[in-house]
């Protein structure tokens, strides 16, 4: 009785962290959103950027969050065939976001190597571009994963113990042999996560190695910079990765980098991107005034 009580305790209290986080991450991206936008000071490409990512992170957050927070209070713990193809095919679409970040990195390296032509070179309709061209490519490859797991054949119960679906999962529950179908279809997702954020990388090290030979001031400023999106690439990129390039499956790691890539990652952009900005935090002081 007494294990019993310490186990609903300790359900309770993850209940309320996880439905803590979920409200923060929202909340705190739904403010960079409405800030970014509406106040005219932010009307750069950055904060043009910004803004996008944060869009995509609280979409991101509303996929799985939920599901974990309905499953602390029910018994039947378990995601339908629909419910899971839904939440593949919205995940692989907010894959665009690495294209996003990469996007972030040349406007990052325009700006700190190139700022008397930055304006010209990231002008809006260039950022407009670049973020279709983003989302373009997560739809696109989106449904290339969807139009090959729609076509098994599955058998059993149509229903998968989890709260969070994705590719390799389902694999494994078709009749059928999927060893070489799951490598290839955990290439398709863990070669471009592998090959953006080496990209990323390159980008932000060449970004401080150029700075670094013209000026010492120039170094700590492009540090400051820099470091806050290298925390948010190597914290985004590192589960995804793990999750498809590790070959060997263990279901509480698995569940633990999907609770780590949907719940605690999203919360990264406002925590790391917005709160060390004084632009943005002036921003939102200007926004509360109004309200």
Known sequence: MEQLNHSQDIKFLLFVLVSVIYVATVLGNLVIVVTVFYIPNLNTPMYFLLGNLSFVDMILASLVSPKIIVNFVKKHKTISFTECFTQIFLLHLLGGEMVLLVVMAYDRYVAICKPLHYLTIMNLRKCIGLVVISWTIGFVHAMSQMVVIMQLPFCGPREIDSFFCDIPLVIKLAC?????????????????????????????????????????????????????????????FGP????????????????????????????????????RNKEIKNAMKRFRMFL
């Open 176 to 236: 059928m042999d999927s060893y070489s179908l799951g490598i290839l279809m955990n290439a398709d997702s863990g070669v471009p996560a592998m090959t953006c954020f080496i990209v990323l990388l390159i980008s932000y090290m060449y970004i401080l190695f150029t700075v670094r030979r013209s000026s010492k001031t120039g170094v700590s400023r492009a540090l400051s910079t820099c470091t806050a999106h290298i925390t948010v690439v190597v914290l985004f």
């Open 240 to 275: 995804c990765i793990f999750i498809y390039v590790w070959p060997l499956s263990i279901t509480w790691v698995d569940k633990f980098l999907a609770v780590f890539y949907s719940v605690f990652t999203p919360l990264l952009n406002p925590a790391i991107y917005s709160l």
